[in-house]
């Protein structure tokens, strides 16, 4: 599990789970956000479309850098 350190109307981490499943590998990577009141809700809102794009990539790399076909993601 990875906390954010930065300064944020709440608290975030990204989590990663490596499993093997009929002889592949399979990464599940979630992320998670509790936030603090309205101000933490609206930012979560406001960079969703933005972590659609960061964290595909962000496993895709992962991946790519171990050297495997990525399947889905």
């Known amino acids: 599990r990875l906390y954010a350190e930065m300064i944020l109307p709440g608290k975030a981490w990204l989590e990663f789970r ?41 496993l895709r790399n992962i991946v790519r850098s171990a050297k495997r076909k990525v399947i889905f993601g």
């Open 18 to 58: 490596v499993s093997e499943v009929d002889g592949k590998t399979k990464i599940i990577q979630e992320a998670t956000f509790s936030p603090h009141g309205l101000g933490g809700q609206l930012y979560w809102y406001s960079i969703l479309p933005l972590h659609n794009f960061v964290f595909p990539t962000m």
